[in-house]
């Protein structure tokens, strides 16, 4: 069974504890926060301050997504915030191993992004030294997109490749989940699909892609 990690891209934030709470009773497998800069893509999301308030009020995994500019310099930060993984874009860092070796030291599991136009070659260097591998399955920035459906064969090749884990992000849904899982895929991000799903509750949407 694939994890689940809701993304609270698209949650209510007036309602954002109970929306945290609503994760835990579906048994969600940790919380996904993205971090945007609007540079690397053009909205500014949050910061470190997002992930200390989820901390404060839940024990699920913290997985941080960096889609900033220079992201060695905020890892620090989102650590000491109470980070449990953090998540970089190979095509925002010039030095992936080092950066991935601070990740590591600061206690984190360090992931590494792929974008849609990006080939999976270019991990090819790193992808024994990366704990977890993030195929992104729409063009980072927004919620709510389609999902792009060469990124099956991105999953593929790279479990060929031996990544240790394969989470995939944007346009994800009970129908795309199941071709994710079915590809090999072991951990799903979905945002808009959980959290503005006008059929299913949030913890009816979680355990519809957990059931998968």
């Not at 954002?16 to 609503?22: P, T």
């Given at each position: 069974m694939a994890k689940v990690y809701p993304s609270i891209l698209s949650a209510d934030f007036g309602e954002?504890?109970?929306?945290?709470?609503?994760c835990e009773g579906?048994?969600?497998?940790?919380?996904?926060i993205d971090v945007m800069d609007g540079v690397f893509v053009p909205p500014i999301t949050f910061g470190e301050n997002m992930v200390e308030l989820i901390k404060e009020s839940s024990n699920l995994f913290i997985d941080v997504h960096l889609m900033v500019v220079n992201p060695e310099y905020k890892i620090k930060g989102f650590a000491k915030a109470g980070a449990d993984a953090?998540?970089?874009?190979i095509e925002a860092v010039v030095h992936i191993h080092r950066v991935i070796e601070e990740i590591k030291d600061v206690g984190c599991k360090a992931g590494v992004a792929l974008n849609p136009g990006t080939p999976v070659e270019h991990l090819k260097d790193v992808i024994s030294s990366a704990?977890?591998?993030?195929?992104?399955s729409v063009n980072p920035g927004w919620a709510g997109q389609k999902f792009i459906p060469a990124s099956i064969g991105k999953i593929k090749e790279l479990k060929l490749m031996g990544a240790k884990e394969i989470g995939v992000d944007g346009g994800i849904t009970n129908k795309t989940a199941k071709q994710c899982v079915d590809a090999g895929a072991d951990t799903l991000i979905s945002a808009s699909w959980i959290f503005n799903?006008?059929?299913?509750s949030i913890k009816e949407a979680i355990k519809?892609?957990?059931g998968i």
């Open positions: 954002l504890r109970a929306a945290i709470k609503a579906a048994a969600a497998d940790g919380i996904h953090i998540t970089v874009h704990d977890y591998v993030l195929v992104m799903n006008k059929e299913l519809e892609i957990k």
